[in-house]
């Protein structure tokens, strides 16, 4: 099993900056893709950012060139840097991991964080 603690969420004004955070604990042998999605009210779930285990990243066009993932392996723990926030990125954002086990591979989700901006 793997557990997902995010932090970093909350209001902030339209050009404000925040850092999303997401540690990953548990009984894997280790962490292959890790990444962030959003969901805000009466969308659906989207991709907005994904770091693959060799440091490989994709955004959403939406926010390329503001956002920013990236991950620390001796932390299990991946980063989300958000820049120039718009009202649009308003969301519950999740990070999501793919866990190796000995057995095969896994993905777990965060319990999300909200994330506002304000206009």
């Known amino acids: 099993q793997v557990q997902l603690v995010e932090s970093g969420g909350g209001l902030v004004q339209a050009g404000g900056s925040l850092r999303l955070s997401c540690a990953a604990s548990?009984?894997?042998?280790?962490?292959?893709?890790m990444d962030w999605y959003r969901q805000a009210p009466g969308k659906q779930r989207e991709l907005v950012a994904a770091?693959?285990?060799?440091?490989?990243?994709n955004y959403a066009d939406s926010v390329k060139d503001r956002f920013t993932i990236s991950r620390d392996n001796a932390k299990n723990t991946v980063y989300l840097q958000m820049t120039s926030l718009k009202p649009e990125d308003t969301a519950v954002y999740y990070c999501?991991?793919?866990?190796?086990?000995?057995?095969?591979?896994?993905?777990?989700w965060g319990q999300g964080t909200q994330v506002t901006v304000s206009s």
């Open positions: 548990g009984s894997f042998f280790s962490i292959n893709a």
């Open positions: 999501n991991v793919r866990a190796r086990f000995s057995w095969g591979v896994a993905n777990y």
């Open positions: 770091i693959s285990s060799g440091d490989s990243t």
